[in-house]
């Protein structure tokens, strides 16, 4: 077995970063297709700002700990977690919020499927939901109920509507798979 | 969260100054320990050096049948990895059973070694707390310890260690590349992690401004047999209240050789050395799985509502090496859920996760 602590050559190293803040800065964010510019503090989570400074209030505060899903949006196409990311990290990256799901006025075939399968009740976690569960199937493991449980978990519903999202993912699972039987995961 | 400032680095040696140069930076990858912390005002940075655009992603196979990660791969990156899912199944299922799919595309692996315990009072500032304000006491050794550690304490922490890879890494002998003001260091996993002691807030003995790279495993070919069992309140987005990492190398019903680490249980990610050792050579029958068992738990100490832990943890040990025996009597479900037994999940359309959860 390795045990050791192994010490090399130093490395040249110096202090030459660019320092923004404390104060506001400007901070320029493409959300859903659209470049907007906020004057902004560094400590400020991108939660906050979609939502305070962009009135983009499709994404919830649940917990802001990291905990509940309920903030769920997409940075560079991959869910993540709005409430612990600063929104200062986001700024050459695409940011897409559930308000940039829908074509104009029609709702996107995951948010049709929620009304349909009536997969909400207070509708706290719907946005955080929709947005876990479009990603999810683009990764590409709902092929049965015991991997949409497992890989929808970071999404609490405290109403627990989940045998009714479930109900919804499959329906957008299996209408994608008769449309295009080639793509079917 | 109080104010903070911001910096975002391009190469490794600008990252090391940056945070070397100032005792109130702190590095910033996934963020989903270091702004959680720092909201709730635990972490005190007043500046945060952002690190992910550093070329630290690639997960690569090493000649021989090991593989190197690089410190900023994503948890959910690393899972998917074939390498990784071929060679060492017990990481990809401990990453993918470890926090949730949004998670673990944020968090990366070196935020992930460097994560802080989940202690109540340790995340509480107004409770007494050895590990976040040197000699305040420890609440938790008279308070609310159901998640709290049963072996590795001392009388002045019995945090548990969080992590699920860890301990995968803990199994394997793996070694955290760093590089620091002092230059580049090759440390065991097993002296990369400390335990508390009587000083509880050193948890590692990196130097402020030293950087994890990667992380490399050593070839294990018997790993490639092997699995990550985590037991916790709920199936899923929990943390562990015991688990094990278990790989197996067996010849006519006899053990040649066996690796196998415990979290959930200990302030450190905890290789099971007297179990293995009870192990190698032994029948694989559940006779010598009770005795290693009970060897590696013989010194536990209980504080009170976690006392369950050390029963646990023993059910656990045995239960991994049943499953990864291939123990017939065994229905498990365990990994049911992570990845299609067909392949079809993954992006990369591989094969099976692992050989063992079925
Ligand atoms: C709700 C929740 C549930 C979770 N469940 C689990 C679980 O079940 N299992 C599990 O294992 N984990 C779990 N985690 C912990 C999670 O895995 C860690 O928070 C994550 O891995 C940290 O990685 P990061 O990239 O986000 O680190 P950051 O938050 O960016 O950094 C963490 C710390 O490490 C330092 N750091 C980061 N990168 C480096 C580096 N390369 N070199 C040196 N220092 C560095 C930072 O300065 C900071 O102090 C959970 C977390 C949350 C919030
Ligand atoms: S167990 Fe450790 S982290 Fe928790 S209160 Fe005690 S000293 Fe602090
Ligand atoms: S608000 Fe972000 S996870 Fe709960
Ligand atoms: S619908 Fe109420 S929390 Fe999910």
């Known amino acids: ?185 | 969260m109080r104010p903070v400032s911001y910096s975002r680095v391009a190469d490794v040696a600008t990252a090391i100054g940056t945070v070397a140069a100032d005792p109130g930076s702190a590095f910033l990858a996934g963020g989903t320990t270091e702004v959680d912390l720092q909201r709730i005002h635990v972490s005190r940075s007043r500046r945060l050096v952002d690190i992910n655009d550093l070329p630290l992603r690639q997960i690569e196979e090493l000649p021989g049948g090991g593989v190197r990660i690089g410190a900023l791969a994503r948890m959910s990156d690393v899972a998917q990895a074939l390498p990784i899912r071929r060679r060492f199944p017990m990481i990809s299922q401990a990453l993918l059973l470890g926090a949730s799919p949004q998670l673990r595309n944020m968090a990366s692996i070196g935020g992930n070694l460097m994560q802080r315990v989940r202690c109540g009072y340790f995340r509480d500032v107004v409770a007494p707390c050895n590990k976040r304000e040197p000699r305040t006491g420890c609440s938790a050794l008279h308070g609310v310890n159901r998640g709290h550690a049963v072996l590795g304490t001392s009388e002045h922490c019995i945090a548990t260690h969080p992590s699920d890879v860890g301990v995968a890494f803990m199994a394997l002998d793996a070694v955290v590349l760093t590089q620091g003001p002092g230059g580049q260091r090759q440390i065991a996993i097993d002296d990369f992690y400390l335990v508390p002691g009587d000083r509880p807030d050193r948890e590692h003995p990196l130097a402020h401004g030293e950087l994890v790279v990667a992380i490399e495993v050593p070839p294990t070919p018997m790993a490639s047999t092997s699995l990550y069992l985590k037991v916790r309140d709920r199936e899923s987005y929990e943390f562990a209240l015991a688990s094990a990492a278990v790989a197996i190398s067996l010849h006519d019903g006899t053990i040649d050789d066996v690796r196998l680490a415990l979290g959930g249980i200990a302030t450190k990610p905890w290789r099971a050395r007297r179990a293995e050792s009870v192990l190698t050579g032994a029948p694989a029958t559940p006779e010598t799985f009770t005795s290693a068992a009970e060897a590696e738990l013989a010194d536990a100490i209980g504080h009170g509502m976690n006392d369950f832990k050390i029963e646990l943890a023993r059910r656990t040990v045995v239960r991994a090496l049943r499953m990864v025996t291939g123990d017939p009597q065994l229905h498990d479900g365990m990994a049911e859920g992570l990845l299609s037994e067909d392949g079809s999940g993954p992006a990369d359309g591989s094969g099976p996760a692992d050989g063992s959860g079925s």
Not at chain 1, 44 to 62: C, E, I, N, P, W
Not at chain 1, 71 to 91: G, P, Q, S
Not at chain 1, 108 to 125: E, L, S
Request: proline fraction near 3%.
């Open chain 1, 1 to 185: 077995m390795k045990s050791y602590v192994e010490a090399a050559s130093a490395v040249q190293t110096a202090d030459t970063a660019v320092v923004r803040g404390p104060n506001s800065v400007v901070v320029r964010l493409s959300v859903n297709g659209t470049v907007r510019n906020m004057l902004i503090e560094p400590r400020v989570s991108l939660l906050d700002a979609l939502r305070d400074r962009l009135d983009l209030t499709g994404a919830k505060k649940g917990c802001n700990q990291g905990a509940c899903g309920a903030c769920t949006v997409w940075v560079d196409k991959r869910r993540v977690l709005a409430c612990l990311t600063l929104a200062i990290t986001c700024e050459t990256r695409e940011v897409t919020t559930i308000e940039g799901l829908s074509d104009g006025v029609d709702l996107h075939p995951m948010q049709q499927a929620f009304v349909t399968q009536d997969a909400f009740q207070c509708g706290y976690c719907t946005p955080g939901q929709i947005m876990s569960a479009v990603a999810f199937l683009a990764e590409g493991h709902a092929a049965d109920d015991a991997q949409i449980r497992e890989w929808m978990s970071g999404n609490i519903c405290r109403c627990a509507a989940y045998p009714n999202i479930r109900a919804a993912i499959r329906q957008v699972r299996d209408d994608a798979a008769t449309e295009n039987p080639d793509a079917a995961g």
